[in-house]
């Protein structure tokens, strides 16, 4: 049974930086894409950004290109989510999941685990 537990998130001011962490069990995660997705109130969830777990190729959505930055520490199996300058439209509940397959889907049905969530709240 393959388990998601994110951390990290909180209050921040605009500018600020938060890093987001999904401890993974269950699971030998070689073959597996981990992704970040995100709901803000009222809207649909989005992809952030996803990871390979072995070649570590990642993929971006644009609005946080330059900004975040997704990682993995093999050791650990945990995927971390840097996020710097961060802005009130970052403010969301931010979730880890998980696919095992090719490629990182950038699309909910991509994934079959999902971690409960951690809110994240950018203030201006």
């Known amino acids: 049974q393959v388990q998601l537990v994110e951390a990290g998130g909180g209050p921040v001011q605009a500018g600020g930086s938060l890093r987001l962490s999904c401890a993974a069990s269950?699971?030998?995660?070689?073959?597996?894409?981990m992704g970040w997705f995100r709901q803000a109130p009222g809207k649909e969830r989005e992809f952030v950004a996803g990871?390979?777990?072995?070649?570590?190729?990642?993929v971006y959505t644009d609005s946080v290109k330059g900004r975040f930055t997704i990682s993995r520490d093999n050791a650990k199996n945990t995927v971390y989510l840097q996020m710097n300058s961060l802005k009130p439209e970052d403010t969301a509940v931010y979730y880890c999941?998980?696919?095992?397959?090719?490629?990182?889907?950038?699309?909910?049905?991509?994934?079959?685990?999902w971690g409960q969530g951690t809110q994240v709240t950018v203030s201006s």
């Open positions: 999941a998980a696919n095992y397959g090719i490629g990182i889907p950038t699309t909910m049905t991509g994934y079959g685990h």
């Open positions: 269950g699971r030998t995660f070689s073959n597996y894409a």
């Open positions: 990871i390979r777990w072995i070649s570590g190729g990642t």
